[in-house]
């Protein structure tokens, strides 16, 4: 069965520092992934996904992600983060087999601050 | 804008009595799924249509029923409502279920109070 962990529970970051939350997922084929976010109170935006081809993977907000076969890993980076940006973000990963559906990672909570 | 939509946005309902959160879409998707989220949590699918084909997970309780009337509506249903059922529920949709058409579209959530 597939599964996503998403090591960092919370992260804090300066208001126009980098950014990168990882993302690690366990699929015995190539998987599809997707980065999530969700501002409170409301549903989940895809940011971006990846399945196939470049591994390096533009998505929406200036948000980016890096797929890495060798480390099970699928982080996702932005170079200078904005306060907009705080929120939860959720990695998930699915297959191509059919009749799939999307596992979710427990998510990591983004703290900006000033 | 093609969408997902969920109404309403903020439900209050007394415990055990019946509630029903609607979601529709624009889109034109061939699956539509149901969510539970509790805060600070990930989503929890719950189960999913496949057209008209419903598809239960195996840990959702009888509590939670669900109907799709039509391509564009999908209605959750909790019959009797306990406290632990006060939630957040997302409702998303997908093209299919193979390839590139799982990628699922959220709705912005109903928050569920239980009192």
């Known amino acids: 069965a597939q599964s996503v962990t998403q090591p960092d529970i919370h992260i804090t970051v300066s208001e126009g520092a980098s950014l990168e939350l990882r993302c690690n997922y366990s699929?015995?084929?190539?998987?599809?992934l997707f980065w999530y976010v969700q501002s409170p109170g409301q549903g989940l935006q895809l940011l971006l996904k990846y399945f196939s081809g470049d591994t390096l993977v533009q998505g929406i907000k200036g948000f980016e992600a890096e797929f890495k076969r060798s480390q099970s890993s699928f982080n996702l980076r932005k170079p200078s983060v904005h306060w907009s940006d705080a929120a939860e973000y959720f990695c998930a990963v699915g297959s191509n087999f059919g009749n799939e559906k999307l596992t979710f990672g427990t998510g990591t909570r983004l703290t900006i601050i000033p | 804008d093609a969408m997902v939509i969920q109404n309403p946005r903020y439900q209050v309902t007394q415990f055990g009595k019946p509630v029903t959160l609607s979601c529709s879409q624009t889109?034109?998707?061939?699956?539509m799924y149901w969510y539970q989220q509790k805060s600070s949590q990930a989503p929890k699918l719950l189960f999913h249509y496949y057209d008209k084909d419903f598809n239960n997970e195996a840990d959702t309780p009888d509590n939670f029923q669900s109907r799709r009337p039509n391509t564009s509506f999908c209605f959750l249903d909790i019959r009797s409502p306990g406290l632990g059922d006060a939630a957040m529920y997302l409702c998303?949709?997908?093209?299919?279920?193979?390839?590139?058409?799982?990628?699922?579209?959220f709705g912005p959530g109903t928050r569920l109070t239980v009192l």
């Open positions: 699929y015995g084929a190539t998987p599809y």
């Open positions: 998303a949709t997908s093209r299919g279920l193979a390839g590139a058409q799982i990628t699922q579209y």
């Open positions: 889109l034109n998707h061939n699956v």
